[in-house]
């Protein structure tokens, strides 16, 4: 069968040789096709290739997969939240009920390579603590992973990122939940709650590197975080990685009086606080990593219209050439006034 190569799926496979269209050989036959080899053709600038006719089972894999991990996601929010009031009620938690929520999710979570799904299917109505908390804790994993770290560090990590806001508890819910704008007293009790998640860490884990990412996720390399006012040198490398997905993660929630902000938008925030405030290193193990994978995606540009990025551009990674239509491409990098305003699974 013939196939558009926006439409292809991963775990396609060629049927015959593809060639562009100076005759050069770019994929044999037989080829399975994952995002690289999609992003290779798209560069070839081929269009259609021949694949071999696909099974049901193969359609519906993305789809099994997908309904899996989100039952895998509210369970471990719905455990989150036990963890929560028993650390708000007792001071600490049971260390056990966090490893049984997070492992199996995190094994399950390396089946699933396209990221950039994985976080749309994150997304919730509910962008509560419990909710944030498992985001960052998913997302540390991966950078984590991309950054080379093994495979009981990135575990260790993603446990930090998970657990980076159980300080939280200790915070009266008529703050916690607020609306409206803090008043200085009581943004300085909410700042309170890394002090209070190191306490409750030690107590629930005696493991001072998660209880230092509690602690220090809200500094900044620059020396204006807080609660100390830290630099880089005296950060710990697990919290560098926690507090860029804190960043993103808490970019891309829906707030009250604050509109969604696209990944991409907030892809390019995080990009900037990387000069400085954020870990350098970090921030691009997350742009170098997301940005292939929205190739291919379907999206919705500021102008109301929708297409799919079919290439990203080198020059300004933040400006991919979109197809609307089968005639009509916008090149983001040539109309400066257009951006992608939403990035659909």
Same mark, same amino acid.
């Given at each position: 069968m013939k196939a558009h190569v926006t439409d292809l799926k991963h775990g396609d496979c060629l049927?015959?040789?593809?060639?562009?269209?100076?005759? !050069? %050989?770019?994929?044999? $036959?037989?080829? @399975?096709?994952?995002?690289?080899?999609?992003t290779l053709l798209m560069r070839h600038r081929i269009d259609y290739v021949d694949i071999e006719p696909r099974s049901i089972a193969m359609d519906n894999e993305g789809t099994n997969l997908e309904q899996s991990l989100n039952g895998n996601f509210d369970l471990a929010i719905q455990n989150y939240e036990s963890i929560f009031l028993e650390a708000l009620s007792k001071g600490s938690f049971t260390q056990s009920d966090v490893d049984l929520t997070l492992q199996p999710l995190l094994e399950k979570m390396d089946e699933h390579k396209d990221v950039v799904s994985l976080l749309?299917?994150?997304?919730?109505?509910?962008?509560?603590?419990?909710?944030?908390?498992?985001q960052v804790g998913?997302?540390?994993?991966?950078?984590?992973?991309?950054?080379?770290?093994?495979?009981?560090?990135?575990?260790?990590?993603?446990?930090?990122?998970? !657990? %980076?806001?159980?300080? $939280?508890?200790? @915070?009266?819910?008529?703050?916690?939940?607020?609306?409206?704008?803090l008043t200085p007293e009581e943004t300085e009790e909410l700042k309170r709650h890394t002090s209070y998640g190191y306490d409750i860490i030690l107590k629930s884990m005696n493991d001072e590197k998660t209880a230092l990412v509690a602690l220090q996720h809200h500094e900044f390399e620059d020396g204006t975080g807080y609660p100390n006012?830290?630099?880089?040198?005296?950060?710990?490398?697990?919290?560098l990685i926690v507090a860029v997905a804190n960043a993103y993660v808490g970019m891309t929630s829906v707030?009250?009086?604050?509109?969604?902000?696209?990944?991409?938008?907030?892809?390019?925030?995080?990009?900037?606080?990387?000069?400085?405030?954020?870990?350098?290193n970090a921030v691009q193990a997350l742009i170098g990593h997301l940005l292939p994978n929205f190739?291919?995606?379907?999206?919705?540009?500021?102008?109301?219209?929708?297409?799919?990025? @079919?290439?990203?551009?080198?020059?300004?990674i933040f400006k991919p050439l979109v197809k609307v239509d089968e005639t009509t491409f916008r090149d983001l990098s040539k109309e400066r006034n257009l951006t992608v305003e939403e990035v659909f699974i």
């Open positions: 049927m015959l040789d593809t060639f562009n269209s100076v005759g !050069l %050989h770019v994929l044999p $036959k037989g080829t @399975i096709v994952y995002q690289e080899e999609i749309l299917l994150l997304e919730r109505e509910d962008v509560g603590t419990y909710n944030h908390s498992l998913l997302l540390s994993f991966y950078i984590a992973t991309w950054l080379g770290y093994t495979k009981e560090e990135r575990y260790e990590i993603s446990r930090a990122g998970y !657990l %980076h806001d159980i300080g $939280k508890s200790q @915070i009266d819910p008529s703050i916690l939940n607020k609306t409206g704008i006012m830290l630099r880089k040198a005296d950060l710990h490398p697990y919290t707030r009250v009086n604050q509109p969604k902000q696209g990944l991409i938008t907030v892809l390019r925030k995080v990009h900037e606080l990387g000069f400085g405030k954020l870990n350098g190739v291919g995606k379907s999206v919705q540009l500021s102008n109301g219209e929708q297409g799919t990025i @079919i290439m990203n551009n080198p020059l300004d």
